[in-house]
């Protein structure tokens, strides 16, 4: 595995790049002896922190001939990413980090949070392994199909957040578990669709419409398996159930308990499932959800936008 440093404020603040990426080996060893080198990291690549970490990432991606982007909306924006392409006929990794997740570590004040952000994307190529392996290469690396592959592809986006989520919460300081935050997030969540809804009855592009809440739906369930993968990961039962108290008083009540059963079933046999099949409970959340917001597609792409949503009726 290769360590790239780009980023041209190493000769501005003059820390060398070998110094540089001696503090980044050093972490990557803390954290293999933390998860008692039980990740599965033989594919990747390399690790890089760019001069520009969008411009560099989107280049990359098209090189590799993958989906373009990363998280830059109201809910945040993207540390780091993790990339999974083809080489031949394999698959293989590369690790984007902003260049101040890098700089943290030599902070005292904020290294705790950076490890965990690389933690964080260690467990993505960990999961991402042991998913080829369990649900195959093809599953793995499509970007679509048809409906009920796209629903699946969504419930594994939310699945692999969960996991890498709760595999790294050993290295999450427990004032970054933002609760606060996410009740904040579900808050907006849906009024921003209601009024979504509402230029379209005027626009009447109903599939502008369907991206905006594909995308709603994806952000705001990503926030809400941070939250359980915390607290699953520490084993703070009771937090997730005073959480899910507070969940439970929003709209969102429609969805969380199967939300959350789903993700434990998926956690108890994971390494173990059957087939892609798996994903489709959780695909039937993200479903709800779609639903709870008020748009109902269908397995032939036909969409029904209700005047009256029929699960506030």
């Known amino acids: 595995m290769e360590i790239i440093v780009k980023t041209r404020i190493c000769e501005e603040v003059g820390i060398s790049t070998d110094v540089m990426k001696s503090f980044l080996q050093s972490a990557l060893d803390q954290l293999s002896e933390i998860s008692d080198g039980n990740l599965w990291l033989e594919k990747l690549d390399a690790i890089i922190i760019p001069d520009d970490f969008g411009e560099e990432l989107i280049a990359f991606q098209k090189e590799k001939g993958i989906s ?52 964080h994307e260690l467990c993505h190529v960990h999961d991402d392994t042991i998913k080829e392996r369990m649900l195959g290469l093809e599953f793995v690396m499509r970007m679509g199909g048809d409906f009920q592959t796209v629903l699946r592809l969504h419930a594994d986006i939310i699945w692999s957040e969960f996991k890498a989520t709760e595999l790294s919460s050993v290295t999450k300081r427990v004032e970054e578990i933002q609760i606060e935050h996410v009740l904040k997030m579900v808050e907006r969540s849906k009024p ?29 369930l990503k926030q809400l398996v941070y939250i359980i993968g915390d607290l699953v990961g520490k084993g703070w039962s009771d937090k997730l159930e005073m959480f899910s108290e507070l969940i439970n008083r929003t709209y969102l009540k429609e969805i969380w308990t199967d939300l959350v059963k789903e993700l434990m079933r998926l956690n108890s046999i994971y390494e173990h499932w059957s087939g892609v099949e798996e994903l489709d409970t959780l695909g039937g959340v993200v479903m709800k959800l779609w639903n709870v917001y008020g748009l109902y597609p269908n397995e032939n792409w036909y969409i029904s936008v209700p005047a009256v949503n029929p699960l506030e009726g």
């Open 68 to 119: 373009e982007g990363f998280t830059e909306n109201s809910y945040g924006t993207a540390v780091g990413k993790t990339l999974q392409y083809m080489v031949g006929d394999t698959s293989r990794f590369t690790i984007f980090l902003r260049e101040y997740i890098m700089f943290g570590l030599f902070s005292e004040e904020v290294k705790q949070q950076s490890a965990n952000v690389i933690h």
């Open 192 to 220: 921003f669709i209601d009024d979504e809804i509402a230029k379209y009855r005027i626009h009447g592009e109903i599939t502008a419409l369907f991206d905006k809440v594909q995308l709603e739906a994806s952000d705001l």
